[in-house]
């Protein structure tokens, strides 16, 4: 990750935190998903309440702290988890039984992945009003076309600009294809095989807004967040062309 220095990164910039830019980054979903984590661990009595309160009271002072000016911001679980547990107690581990940093990890970037697929979802959207706002104003206007380079007959200006709306159209369904596929939560994934603690999967995708838990723990922990920055990518060059 860039900026990142033995796995923490830097807190968000002014421009940031002004609110004039407000993006998730991987602490951010580190803190998500030890909270889903212990809703979900109480209400299948998998983790007793004050041991609970005390653990969201240290994700929330670490979060607090987080939110300074130039704090650093573990951007890595064996980072992340020792500033927990040195102000919940040792005690506190029991809330990582039956997961993983990979699977945390996993968790982390598919979500911040389909985050970035929304803003570019949102930037397709603003071009595409923009064209079908210029092709009302220009209702009527004759513009020449071109094949192989000349000149070879008028057109209207706006029958142009709504052949270009259908490109971004299909920009836009091959964005919300891609997510349909890949919204689905890496938790219980474990290292590769899954695990054998009761942790449920289901509870902690709604909890996390994914759409979805895993399927098979091995694709959706080691090849599924392969897969997706490759989609990605090819969306991005299909847009940008």
Known sequence: MLGMHMGRVPAPSAREESGEIHRLDTYDWLQMINRASIV????????????????????NTLRDEAAKPNAVRPGLYITFEPDVLKLAGMEASVLHVGRSSQDILATANAGLNIARLMRLLDAI??????LLEVARREDGALVPAYTNGVQAQPTLYSHYLLAQHQVFTRDAARIFECIRRYDVSPMGACVCN???WPLNVERMAQLLGFSRPLTNAFDVGQCAGNDLPLEMSQIISAVML
């Open 40 to 59: 979900s661990n109480v209400e299948e009595g998998l983790l007793e309440k004050p041991l609970a309160r005390r653990i969201l009271t240290a994700l």
């Open 125 to 130: 959207h603003e071009v595409d009003c923009a």
């Open 194 to 196: 899954g695990t054998g």
